[in-house]
C-alpha cells in the first residue's frame, strides 16, 4: 500500500501554489518580510563580484534567485579558493556575502516560496502581458497592412477617375487649363460640321412637316430652326433674327481676365469734382456704350437748347452732357455681341436647335414604331390618302433617317461638347474643371503618402515583434526551469514522490 502511495504523483496547480505551500506549514506566512531582507543584501552582494563570464550572464537581466545565489557560492568557491584557511573556512567577504544570503533563503524554507511566487507571477500576469503585446504587433501589422492596400487602392482609383475625366474633356491631364482653352478654339470648327451635316435632314423636315400636316392640318411651319440650318448651315444669330445676311460681323471678344478687372464698359468722369471752382468752369461727363443715366434729353418750354439742362443754379453755368454712341441699336448690316455669334454658338439658338432636333427625334422613332403595327386594316385606310411623302418610307429609310438626327444630338449633347460650351460660356469654369481635377490628384498623392506612413508604421510593428519573440522565448525557458526546480524540491520533501505542477502554459 505504501508502495503504491509512493508511486502517486502530487498534481498541484500553478495558480494556487503558494497557498499549498503555506497550508502545508512548508512556509512563513510572514516569508515576505524575510524576502525584503534577502534582496537588500543580495544588491549590496553583487557590487562586489569577481571578473567570471558565467557569473555576468546570471546577473544580467534576470531575477536573482536562491537557485542563482547556490551556483554564484559554487564558482566562487574556485574564485576565493585562495582564501581559505586551514578549517575550511573562506575569509573572503564575497563569499561570507553570499554564503549568509543562501543561508536567510533556506530559513523556513523562504527560497521555495519566493520561487513558487516567481513561477506565479509569470505565469499568470508576466507570460500572459509579453503574449498581449505580441498578438497586439501581430494584429497591428495585418491592420496597417490592410489600410495601406485600401490606401493605394484608393490613389490608384482616384487617378485612374482623373484620367478617365480628362479623356472625356478630351485631353491628356499633363497640363489641364491650356489643354481646356486649346479645344474650345477647335469649338467653331466643329459646329460648321455640324451645320454642314444638318443640310441632310431636308427629307425628315418634309415628312415630319407634311405628317402633321395630314394628321393635326397644321399649316404653320414646323421646326423654324432646322428648317433654316438644313437652308443656311451654321449661319450667324443675326440672319436667323433678321433675315439678313450681315455685311459687318465683329464677334464678341472672350474675356480672360477675372470679373473684378475693369471691362470695356469704362466711365469717364473727366475733371467732375475738380473744376467746381469759383470760376464757375463746366464739369464734363462723358458717357460711353450708351450708359442711361436716366435724364431725359427732350427740350422743354423752360429750356429750348438741345442737349442742355438748366439746374436752376444762377451762380454756375449748366453743366453740359454730351452723349457719344447713345441707344442699343446696331447699324443696318453690323451684327454685334451675340448677333455675332453663330446659331450652335449661341446658347439660345443653339438649345431651340437642339430641342427641334429632339423633337423629330422623337417623331421619327414614334413613327417607327406605328409602322412596325400597320400591319391591321384600320392603319392602311387610315394612311390611304395620305401624302406620298408619307406612303412611300419604309421602316429601314426612317431607321436611316432616325439615325442621322440621332448622330447630330449625340454630337451636341455629348458630356464633352457641354463642357465646351461652358468653357467658352465662362472663361472661369475653366479654373474650375481644373481646380476640380487638381483635387482629385492631390487627394491621390495624400493616400500615396498616407500608405507611406502605413508601412512605416507596420514596420515598426514588425521591429516590436521581432523585440517581444524572444523576451517571450527566454520567459518561457526560465518558467521551465523554474518548474522543474520546484516540482524536485517539493518532490523530495514527499519521498521523491512525482510532482507536476499544472496550468504552466508559457
Given at each position: 500500500?505504501?508502495?503504491?502511495?509512493?508511486?502517486?504523483?502530487?498534481?498541484?496547480?500553478?495558480?494556487?501554489?503558494?497557498?499549498?505551500?503555506?497550508?502545508?506549514?512548508?512556509?512563513?506566512v510572514k516569508?515576505?518580510?524575510?524576502?525584503?531582507?534577502?534582496?537588500?543584501?543580495?544588491?549590496?552582494?553583487?557590487?562586489?563580484?569577481?571578473?567570471?563570464?558565467?557569473?555576468?550572464?546570471?546577473?544580467?537581466?534576470?531575477?536573482?534567485?536562491?537557485f542563482h545565489?547556490?551556483?554564484?557560492?559554487?564558482?566562487?568557491?574556485?574564485?576565493?579558493?585562495?582564501?581559505?584557511?586551514?578549517f575550511?573556512?573562506?575569509?573572503?567577504?564575497?563569499?561570507?556575502?553570499?554564503?549568509?544570503?543562501?543561508?536567510?533563503?533556506?530559513a523556513?524554507?523562504?527560497?521555495?516560496?519566493?520561487?513558487?511566487?516567481?513561477?506565479?507571477?509569470?505565469?499568470?500576469?508576466?507570460?500572459?502581458?509579453?503574449?498581449?503585446?505580441?498578438?497586439?504587433?501581430?494584429?497591428?501589422?495585418?491592420?496597417?497592412s490592410?489600410?495601406?492596400?485600401?490606401?493605394?487602392?484608393?490613389?490608384?482609383?482616384?487617378?485612374?477617375?482623373?484620367?478617365?475625366?480628362?479623356?472625356?474633356?478630351?485631353?491628356?491631364?499633363?497640363?489641364?487649363?491650356?489643354?481646356?482653352?486649346?479645344?474650345?478654339?477647335?469649338?467653331?470648327?466643329?459646329?460648321?460640321?455640324?451645320?454642314?451635316?444638318?443640310?441632310?435632314?431636308?427629307?425628315?423636315?418634309?415628312?415630319?412637316?407634311?405628317?402633321?400636316?395630314?394628321?393635326?392640318?397644321?399649316?404653320e411651319?414646323?421646326?423654324?430652326?432646322?428648317?433654316?440650318?438644313?437652308?443656311?448651315?451654321?449661319?450667324?444669330?443675326?440672319?436667323?433674327?433678321?433675315?439678313?445676311?450681315?455685311?459687318?460681323?465683329?464677334?464678341?471678344?472672350?474675356?480672360?481676365?477675372?470679373?473684378?478687372?475693369?471691362t470695356?464698359?469704362?466711365?469717364?468722369?473727366?475733371?467732375?469734382?475738380?473744376?467746381?471752382?469759383?470760376a464757375?468752369e463746366?464739369?464734363?461727363?462723358?458717357?460711353?456704350?450708351?450708359i442711361?443715366?436716366?435724364?431725359?434729353?427732350?427740350?422743354?418750354?423752360?429750356d429750348?437748347?438741345?442737349?442742355?439742362?438748366?439746374?436752376?443754379?444762377?451762380?454756375?453755368?449748366?453743366?453740359?452732357?454730351?452723349?457719344?454712341?447713345?441707344g442699343?441699336?446696331c447699324?443696318?448690316?453690323?451684327?454685334?455681341?451675340?448677333?455675332?455669334?453663330?446659331?450652335?454658338?449661341?446658347?439660345?439658338?443653339?438649345?431651340?436647335?437642339?430641342?427641334?432636333l429632339?423633337?423629330?427625334?422623337?417623331?421619327?422613332?414614334?413613327?417607327?414604331?406605328?409602322?412596325?403595327?400597320?400591319?391591321?386594316?384600320?392603319?392602311?385606310?387610315?394612311?390611304?390618302?395620305?401624302?406620298?411623302?408619307?406612303?412611300?418610307q419604309?421602316?429601314e429609310?426612317?431607321?436611316?433617317?432616325?439615325?442621322?438626327?440621332?448622330?447630330?444630338l449625340?454630337?451636341?449633347?455629348?458630356?464633352?461638347?457641354?463642357?465646351?460650351?461652358?468653357?467658352?460660356?465662362?472663361?472661369?469654369?475653366?479654373?474650375?474643371?481644373?481646380?476640380?481635377?487638381?483635387?482629385?490628384?492631390?487627394?491621390?498623392?495624400?493616400?500615396?503618402?498616407?500608405?507611406?506612413?502605413?508601412?512605416?508604421?507596420?514596420?515598426?510593428?514588425?521591429?516590436?515583434?521581432?523585440?517581444?519573440?524572444?523576451?517571450?522565448?527566454?520567459?518561457?525557458?526560465?518558467?521551465?526551469?523554474?518548474?522543474?526546480?520546484?516540482?524536485?524540491?517539493?518532490?523530495?520533501?514527499?519521498?521523491?514522490?512525482?510532482v507536476?505542477?499544472?496550468?504552466?502554459?508559457?
Amino acid at each position: 500500500m505504501e508502495q503504491n502511495i509512493q508511486n502517486l504523483p502530487i498534481d498541484i496547480q500553478t495558480s494556487k501554489l503558494l497557498d499549498w505551500l503555506l497550508d502545508r506549514r512548508h512556509c512563513n506566512v510572514k516569508w515576505q518580510s524575510a524576502v525584503k531582507v534577502i534582496r537588500e543584501k543580495i544588491n549590496a552582494a553583487i557590487q562586489d563580484m569577481p571578473e567570471n563570464e558565467e557569473i555576468k550572464q546570471l546577473l544580467s537581466g534576470s531575477y536573482i534567485h536562491y537557485f542563482h545565489c547556490l551556483r554564484i557560492v559554487e564558482i566562487l568557491k574556485g574564485t576565493e579558493a585562495s582564501s581559505k584557511n586551514i578549517f575550511g573556512r573562506y575569509s573572503s567577504q564575497r563569499m561570507k556575502d553570499w554564503q549568509e544570503i543562501v543561508s536567510l533563503y533556506e530559513a523556513d524554507n523562504v527560497y521555495l516560496v519566493e520561487v513558487a511566487s516567481l513561477l506565479s507571477r509569470n505565469v499568470s500576469y508576466e507570460g500572459p502581458a509579453l503574449r498581449k503585446q505580441l498578438a497586439k504587433a501581430q494584429q497591428l501589422q495585418q491592420e496597417l497592412s490592410r489600410r495601406e492596400v485600401e490606401c493605394q487602392s484608393s490613389a490608384a482609383g482616384l487617378r485612374e477617375r482623373y484620367y478617365t475625366a480628362c479623356k472625356q474633356y478630351g485631353i491628356n491631364g499633363e497640363n489641364v487649363p491650356r489643354e481646356l482653352q486649346a479645344l474650345v478654339k477647335d469649338l467653331p470648327a466643329v459646329l460648321e460640321d455640324v451645320g454642314r451635316d444638318a443640310a441632310k435632314l431636308e427629307e425628315q423636315i418634309q415628312l415630319y412637316a407634311a405628317f402633321t400636316n395630314f394628321v393635326c392640318n397644321w399649316s404653320e411651319p414646323v421646326l423654324p430652326m432646322l428648317t433654316f440650318a438644313q437652308k443656311k448651315g451654321n449661319a450667324t444669330f443675326y440672319e436667323w433674327k433678321t433675315g439678313k445676311v450681315p455685311s459687318v460681323v465683329e464677334r464678341p471678344i472672350v474675356e480672360e481676365a477675372p470679373p473684378e478687372q475693369v471691362t470695356e464698359d469704362t466711365i469717364d468722369w473727366g475733371d467732375f469734382g475738380k473744376g467746381t471752382d469759383s470760376a464757375g468752369e463746366n464739369a464734363g461727363i462723358t458717357v460711353e456704350d450708351g450708359i442711361d443715366w436716366g435724364i431725359s434729353l427732350e427740350p422743354t418750354s423752360e429750356d429750348t437748347s438741345a442737349g442742355s439742362i438748366d439746374w436752376g443754379d444762377s451762380e454756375t453755368a449748366p453743366i453740359e452732357i454730351e452723349i457719344v454712341d447713345a441707344g442699343t441699336n446696331c447699324p443696318e448690316g453690323v451684327a454685334k455681341g451675340e448677333d455675332a455669334l453663330s446659331i450652335l454658338e449661341n446658347s439660345h439658338s443653339r438649345s431651340q436647335f437642339i430641342d427641334e432636333l429632339m423633337e423629330l427625334e422623337v417623331f421619327l422613332t414614334q413613327r417607327l414604331t406605328e409602322m412596325g403595327e400597320e400591319a391591321d386594316v384600320v392603319a392602311m385606310s387610315q394612311f390611304q390618302l395620305a401624302p406620298s411623302v408619307i406612303q412611300n418610307q419604309t421602316c429601314e429609310h426612317i431607321r436611316e433617317m432616325l439615325t442621322e438626327v440621332q448622330d447630330l444630338l449625340g454630337r451636341l449633347t455629348s458630356l464633352r461638347m457641354q463642357h465646351l460650351f461652358m468653357i467658352q460660356a465662362s472663361p472661369r469654369y475653366v479654373e474650375r474643371v481644373s481646380e476640380v481635377l487638381r483635387q482629385k490628384l492631390k487627394q491621390a498623392d495624400i493616400l500615396v503618402q498616407k500608405a507611406a506612413t502605413m508601412a512605416e508604421k507596420r514596420q515598426e510593428a514588425l521591429q516590436e515583434q521581432s523585440r517581444l519573440e524572444p523576451r517571450v522565448d527566454l520567459l518561457a525557458g526560465r518558467t521551465r526551469e523554474l518548474q522543474k526546480l520546484i516540482e524536485a524540491d517539493i518532490s523530495k520533501r514527499y519521498h521523491n514522490r512525482p510532482v507536476n505542477l499544472m496550468g504552466v502554459n508559457i
